[in-house]
């Protein structure tokens, strides 16, 4: 004879899968908390991935920097210790945007004879300058928008006083190379008397206002090369003592 389980043994057991079948399902709470949590890890990894990103852009940055050390240097050794710079004297028959340093060491960067003649044009000076604008930019900073005539954003010390302006300033004429910032992040040149303290990037325009020519691209710190090929970062500020006009 089959005997029936007692009635409230069967309601024990539906309530045991009722509360079962409760507890497999999220509720609305639960189900927020997770989204919440799944949003915030994503932001955590967006921002990782980010500073990864900046922390890579300022160590090519320091390699541009020192790949352009390399051609400085080399062009002073064939040119008795002369040190292009932005405003350097112009030769008999050359145009003096045919002088400015980047131009000067190009042959060096790209490992071939490139020759700007006197008769180029100026534009066609900065279309040839653009062969080289890998080495010439600073990859936290757009050519497009903060660059100088879209070939390059590093800003060389104008350090001729007047009486230098007209006249070839050589390695041997330097007293102190280590203490003496050849070129910055920034746009084309800046001034020792009045740049060298971050006003934030970017720029409000193109071309910055006067004294914000050098830029603090990598999280607020700027890469400096210095004439003795050493490259230092600052934060916020480049003390003057490093901004100085040389010789």
Known sequence: MWISPPTSQLQSEDSSNLLIMKRTAFTLTELLITLSIVAILMLLSISAAQKVIKSSEKVRCAANLRTISGGVVAFSQDNNGWIPSWFSPSDPGIFWYQQEWYLLIAPYLSGENTIITPLTPHADVINTARIFQD????????????????????????????????????????????????????????????????????????????????????????????????IESFKSSIPKNFLQLWP
Request: some cysteine; proline content about 10%.
């Open 135 to 230: 080495k010439l930019h600073c990859p936290s900073v757009s050519l497009q928008l903060y660059g100088y005539q879209g070939t390059l954003n590093y800003a060389a010390n104008i350090f001729e006083p007047v009486a230098h302006q007209f006249n070839k300033v050589h390695f041997l004429d330097i007293s102190s190379p280590s203490q003496s910032i050849y070129l910055t992040d920034g746009y084309s040149i800046f001034s020792p008397q009045n740049d060298g303290t971050d006003h934030g990037f970017p720029p409000s325009s193109n071309p910055p206002p006067i004294g914000q020519y050098i830029y603090f691209p990598h999280n607020g710190t700027c890469n400096a090369l210095f004439l003795d090929g050493h």
